[in-house]
């Protein structure tokens, strides 16, 4: 049997965004990530979907772009102090 994946399996995801179904492949992380960024923000996941997809220039993959969005996020919160990231 293989080790777990650093961040958990990849899964496929199905969501609408603006009307339209499509599917994103994020591993377990990712999600995680997105979920937290969401709650943080006070969004539903569908609508933060929608935030990213339509921030990128161009044609990007939109799996790839949350992935970076959720990044981005973590890391400006990993940037901040233990008091400003607990007040959240």
């Known amino acids: 049997m293989a080790p777990p994946e650093p961040g958990g399996q990849i899964r496929k ?12 492949t994020l591993e377990d992380a990712f999600m995680d990530g997105l979920r937290r960024m969401a709650d943080e923000r006070d969004m539903a996941l569908a609508a933060l ?3 990213i997809d339509s921030a990128h220039d161009g044609p990007v993959n939109l799996s790839s772009a949350i992935r970076v969005a959720v990044l ?7 940037a ?3 008091t400003a990231r607990d007040a959240d």
Do not use: Y
């Not at 981005?72 to 990993?78: K, N, Q, S, Y």
């Open 49 to 51: 979907i929608a935030e």
């Open 72 to 78: 981005d996020w973590a890391l400006g919160r990993a």
């Open 13 to 24: 995801h199905s969501v609408s965004i603006r009307g339209h179904r499509t599917s994103i």
């Open 80 to 82: 901040q102090p233990a």
